[in-house]
Structure formats: structure tokens, C-alpha cells
Nanobody, 123 residues
């Protein structure tokens, strides 16, 4: 069983920063992408960012480009999300996920999910 555990969420003022972490443990499995999704109350879970395990290429939703940065530490089996210039619209539960599929943006191709960490941005 693969386990993903997010941490680092919290309450911040607009314009502030947070750094989320996602630690992976359990059985070894090959993934193509690791990424972050988020879900606000009453809305569907949406793609935020992803990173390729083989090339380290990164991909971002238009809403977070220039503000968020995804990175990884393979030795620690940990994924990170640096969030700067946070806006109230970024308020959501953020989920770490891993995909063995070919499309980094497609939620249905992500096989493993963390339990989520709450990010709240006040104005």
C-alpha cells in the first residue's frame, strides 16, 4: 500500500507564503508524475501543478503560474509546493497525488492520493 501524507497547510494573510510537503511511503511503485490538486468548498477537485519523475519537467495551472513552484527530493521521497503571493481564491484543501498515466493534468489518471491539508488565505 502506498501512503501519501501532506503537511504545511495553515492560515495566512493575502500576499503571504506557505510551503507544503508530501511524504511518500509504503510499497515501491513506478510513477510518471507527482502533483498537487486542490478542492474548494462546493467545487470539484482541480489540477494545480505536476512534475515528471523522469525529466523533472514542471507544469502549472494558469491560475498559479508565477506564484507557485513544485519541486521534489527523490532521496527523501518527498514532494514540495512553494506558494507565494497567496490570494483568497487559493483557499482550498490541497491534495498530493501520484500518477502512472501519461497525462499530468487528468485527475482520473492519478492512482494515489493524500488525505489533504487545509490552506486558508484571508484578505
Amino acid at each position: 500500500q502506498v501512503q501519501l501524507v501532506e503537511s504545511g497547510g495553515g492560515l495566512v494573510q493575502a500576499g503571504g507564503s506557505l510551503r507544503l510537503s508530501c511524504a511518500a511511503s509504503g510499497r515501491t511503485f513506478r510513477t510518471n508524475f507527482r502533483g498537487w490538486f486542490r478542492q474548494a468548498p462546493g467545487k470539484e477537485r482541480e489540477f494545480v501543478t505536476a512534475i515528471s519523475q523522469s525529466t523533472a519537467n514542471t507544469y502549472y495551472a494558469d491560475s498559479v503560474k508565477g506564484r507557485f513552484t513544485i519541486s521534489r527530493d527523490n532521496a527523501k521521497n518527498t514532494l514540495y509546493l512553494q506558494m507565494n503571493s497567496l490570494k483568497p481564491e487559493d483557499t482550498a484543501v490541497y491534495y498530493c497525488a501520484a500518477s502512472s498515466g501519461r497525462r499530468y493534468y487528468l485527475r482520473a489518471e492519478y492512482d494515489y492520493w493524500g488525505q489533504g491539508t487545509q490552506v486558508t488565505v484571508s484578505s
